[in-house]
């Protein structure tokens, strides 16, 4: 779909969820859409003669329901660049198995540090937060900051 923002027509709110990283729209008929709601920069002519081409070029894409929290929020410990939601893949019994993998290794640019299961790492991250929290100096910290706001 190619922007409909380029034949002036205001769109609202298309996303389900606000989420980061949920990338799927709503319905059409749930989208609020307002014809002339905006300036036009091309013709509705060549607008959709475009769209046209476009879907005739697009491929299915597979979406993955798995949302990787913590992409863009851990770095690589060999390049310092940052470990994204990469790979997904059914082991032998069938389940899926998500991996976070360094984007400079993803890419191609020089790195050779390997993807990592994300639930072991969602799992180990989650604990070392509720271990931060979880100690009398945090609490007492945290109580005091919320108490100065
Ligand atoms: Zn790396």
Redesign the pocket.
């Given at each position: 779909m190619i922007n409909e923002k380029y034949r002036g027509v205001y769109v609202w709110d298309k996303r389900k969820s606000k989420k980061a990283g949920n990338h799927a729209y709503k319905n059409d008929d749930e989208i609020i859409k307002i014809e002339g709601g905006m300036p036009r920069i091309i013709e509705d002519d060549l607008f959709f003669k475009c769209q046209n081409i476009k879907a005739s070029k697009i491929k299915p894409r597979r979406h993955s329901s798995h949302e990787y929290i913590l992409t863009g929020k851990i770095n690589?410990?060999?390049?310092?660049?940052s470990?994204c939601g990469s790979s997904a893949y059914r082991n032998k019994n069938n389940n899926m198995i998500y991996n976070y993998c360094?984007?400079?290794?993803k890419n191609k640019k020089g790195?050779?540090?390997k993807a990592i299961n994300a639930d072991k790492l969602e799992y180990a991250v989650i604990e070392a937060i509720r271990d931060t929290f979880q100690n009398d100096d945090a609490i007492k910290l945290i109580a005091e900051k919320i108490a100065i706001i």
């Open positions: 690589c410990g060999k390049c310092g660049h470990y360094c984007m400079n290794r790195c050779n540090n």
